[in-house]
């Protein structure tokens, strides 16, 4: 248990709906990461926050966005949702140390109909 | 355009060595991280590389070359434990991070 906790942890949803996943870091670590692992894409990196302001940002697609609020949790909204979105999502989060060793949530799998 | 190549897939037998490499091509250099991942659970830190050398971490260690844009996990007595997916990601001058696709090893008895 990497103390990264994701809700929820399986979605299943329509084309064209909206789904928002949500994130909890662990206790004391101040940046979180988002991350889609598709078979065919690997794993991509979306996002990065840092104590609520957006550090970098990789390649998330206009149709996603995310925030990180003051209790340092992180939701990543999908909107528009298309087949090819059908991926697991993980969190991750980190110190923001120098080694900036990242800790992984479990994921959250969406499947998109 | 960034790329980063490992081989797909590798085969080593319970107590041998075996050497993963990973060769980047990215938009700037801010480290480089190691990662295992086991099918169908979420990726575990390994190691990070900034500067030239050998990082050692018990049965594992790994090795970084800027000038090359070659890196290396070497991993020791291997265990039946080590199966799993092994991922190199470089983070890039603007802090994104950039994964290979992964290199599958399976360790036979």
């Known amino acids: 248990d990497s103390g990264v906790t994701q809700t929820p942890k399986h979605l299943i949803t329509a084309t064209g709906q909206r789904v928002t996943l949500r994130c909890s870091p662990r206790s004391g670590d101040l940046s979180v990461y988002w991350y889609q692992q598709s078979l065919d894409q690997g794993l991509q990196f979306l996002i990065q926050y840092y104590n609520g302001e957006e550090r970098a940002k990789g390649n998330i697609l206009e149709r996603f966005s995310a925030q990180q609020f003051p209790d340092l949790h992180s939701e990543l909204n999908l909107s528009s949702l298309e087949l090819g979105d059908s991926a697991l999502y993980f969190c991750?989060?980190?110190?923001?140390?120098?080694?900036?060793?990242?800790?992984f949530g479990p994921g959250t799998r969406l499947t998109v109909l | 355009g960034q790329n980063i190549d490992q081989p797909t897939e590798m085969t080593a037998t319970e107590g041998a060595i075996v050497q993963i490499n990973c060769t980047y091509q990215t938009s700037g250099f801010n480290g480089l991280f190691w990662y295992q991942q086991h099918a169908g659970e979420a990726p575990t830190f390994l190691s990070y590389?900034?500067?030239?050398g050998l990082e050692e971490k018990g049965r594992f260690s790994s090795f970084l070359s800027r000038s090359k844009g070659y890196s290396y996990l070497l991993l020791k007595e291997l265990q039946m434990k080590d199966s799993a997916s092994y991922l190199c990601?470089?983070?890039?001058?603007?802090?994104?991070?950039?994964f290979g696709p992964g290199t599958r090893l399976s360790v036979l008895p």
């Open positions: 990601a470089v983070r890039d001058r603007r802090q994104n991070f950039v």
């Open positions: 991750a989060s980190s110190i923001e140390s120098v080694r900036d060793e990242q800790f």
């Open positions: 590389n900034v500067l030239d």
